[in-house]
Structure formats: C-alpha cells, structure tokens
C-alpha cells in the first residue's frame, strides 16, 4: 500500500515556502523595502568625483563643494553632496511662465 500523504503537513511545507516570498512581495508592493542609509557614506576625491561624474581636478577647485577637511585630505559627505546638487536645480520653462503669470496678474489688480 503507497504511503499516504499527510495534507496538513504539506500545506504547512508550502506555506514555509513561499511565505518569505509573500512577505517580499507584500513590502515591495508597500514600498518598505530596507533602504541604505545615505547619510553615513563618506567620498575621499576620487569617490566624490565618481558619484558626481566629474574629474579629480574639478572636485578639487569647485570651491562650492560641501568639503570636511581633515589634515591635508578632503573629505564629502554623500548627503551633502545629493543636497548640493539639488540646490543647484534651474526651474523648468512652464515654472518660469507661472511665476511671469503671478506676477502680471498681481501687477495688474494694483
């Protein structure tokens, strides 16, 4: 006689595999994936010329760079770095014709 198959121990071995699949899904799905904290990430020029795109040479003379200075080393934080570069953000042509809009209408009710 063939060996029965207990139903309640296979339902249990599916869910033991797939629930971390689900589990997965159901947080990629919510967005709460575990997101690296940036803030802790710390460039010495080569790494900070790479994240930006630049050349050594440039990172070492943009005076505008957020630099820590330890000795005769430069040091960048990947934050500021990411909050230096939105900074610089140039508002879009339909930003530039609201902004003109506001201002004509506001001159005009005078």
Not at 6 to 29: G, T
Not at 30 to 54: C, M, S, W, Y
Not at 91 to 109: C, F, L, P, Q
């Amino acid at each position: 006689m063939p060996d029965l198959i207990n139903v309640d121990a296979l339902a249990d071995a599916i869910f033991s595999k797939l629930q971390p699949m689900i589990h997965a899904e159901f947080r990629a799905a919510n967005n709460q994936l575990p997101v690296k904290d940036e803030t802790d990430e710390i460039f010495d020029v080569a790494g900070a010329a790479h994240f930006l795109g630049l050349a050594k040479s440039s990172v070492y003379c943009n005076s505008g760079l957020p630099v820590m200075k330890r000795g005769k080393k430069n040091y960048y934080s990947k934050k500021d770095l990411i909050q230096w570069l939105r900074s610089g953000k140039r508002k879009t042509v339909a930003e530039v014709d609201s902004e003109v809009d506001e201002t004509i209408k506001k001159s005009v009710r005078k």
